[in-house]
């Protein structure tokens, strides 16, 4: 073999490998979270597909490349054959508190929610069940607020929009996977159709509570700036995502399909145009990017609204309080002296 024909080798193997490598690991990854066995029979059907993807990374370390290019090429196209027929399904046994989906029926400016969650929480595992029916008065929609959680790392909150309304009345719109029953919350699990998607409404008493006072986590609100027709425009968006839902389920995706990238899509809609940011995809910074697009209260620095924002304590003393909602946000400037920015962003 010449010098050049040998560069050419090298360099198409150095191209190969890592790609066969990573198909390989994707769909190791793919059988273990959605091949329909018992744990034995997975851990069996792993070690083959790895033991057979070895085979050819070997056989192409040797310098033969169209023998294992097929053979591999084969089996990775009937992995993503089976890959798509697995399709989403509102039909399982559902963890309790993900159990039910809100759907809304719209009569004017009046929105009828059904399922809205409003659990008493003693424990992450004793609770007493409530699903109830409200209705709204969207011309009384006077607030928008964005909570974060966080429960580990500062890159990453659970996001959750709730509705404020002129009699005192809040709703909580929460993106969150739906999981099986005695299932568990996994990020990879996310990115290999692990989990449902659904949409709750809630009581704020029910969906902030649960995560300061119940889960420990730690968590901030920060008011919304939004023009009345843009609020009222967004909580539709809701109703209509909670809607389609029902009748199309939907995987819920760790990268592309979450609490965030949701919430980001919906307000586009809404708002109009809306610059892509990494923090997107990294929710837990996406006060900075509300900031940067003049969304929150721009009369402050963003770290003293994080501070002005922060609710673990309030959640935790006003706990089961007739009076949350307010107890939550007491320190937290109003909006009402600020004008709202323009109908786009």
């Not at 024909?5 to 059988?31: E, N, T």
């Not at 969906?207 to 008011?223: F, H, K, M, P, S």
């Not at 979450?258 to 995809?281: A, E, Q, S």
Request: with cysteine; hydrophobic share 45%; aromatic share 12%.
């Amino acid at each position: 073999m010449n010098s050049s024909a040998a560069a050419s080798s090298i360099a198409l193997l150095a191209l190969v490998v890592p790609l066969v490598a990573l198909l390989a690991g994707w769909g190791a990854f793919a059988l273990w979270y959605q091949l329909p066995a018992q744990q034995p029979i997975k851990i069996t059907t792993v070690a083959l597909w790895g033991a057979f993807s070895c085979a050819v990374l070997l056989t192409l370390s040797r310098g033969r490349f169209v023998a294992p290019m097929l053979a591999f090429g084969t089996a990775f196209m009937g992995l993503l054959v089976w890959w798509r027929r697995l399709l989403p399904s509102n039909n399982h046994r559902w963890a309790d508190d993900v159990s039910r989906m809100a759907t809304g029926a719209v009569q004017g400016d009046h929105v009828t929610l059904q399922n809205v969650r409003n659990f008493h929480w003693r424990t992450n595992l004793d609770y007493m069940q409530r699903w109830e029916t409200r209705t709204y008065d969207l011309r009384n929609l006077s607030a928008v607020d964005l909570i974060l959680s966080y429960w580990s790392y500062r890159a990453v909150a659970h996001v959750l929009i709730s509705f404020g309304f002129a009699n005192g009345d809040h709703v909580v719109f929460s993106v969150e996977i739906r999981r099986r029953r005695d299932d568990k919350y996994s990020e990879i699990g996310g990115l290999f159709k692990e989990f449902g998607l659904s949409v709750i409404a809630a009581d704020e008493r029910d969906i902030i509570r649960v995560r300061t006072n119940v889960r420990g986590e730690d968590d901030y609100l920060y008011r919304i700036r939004l023009p009345e027709t843009a609020k009222r425009s967004l909580f539709l968006a809701y109703v209509d995502q909670a809607n389609e839902l029902v009748s199309k389920p939907r995987f819920y995706n760790t990268l592309s399909v979450n609490c965030t990238t949701l919430v980001y899509h919906m307000m586009k809609h809404v708002v109009g145009y809306l610059p892509w940011d990494y923090r997107v995809l990294l929710s837990g910074y996406l006060p900075e990017y509300f900031y940067r697009v003049g969304a929150l209260d721009v009369r402050y620095t963003l770290q003293e609204l994080r501070a002005f924002g922060r609710i673990t304590d309030r959640a935790k003393q006003a706990d089961r309080s007739d009076e949350f909602s307010i107890d939550i946000r007491r320190g937290v400037p109003p909006l009402e002296h600020l004008a709202p920015p323009p109908e786009a962003l």
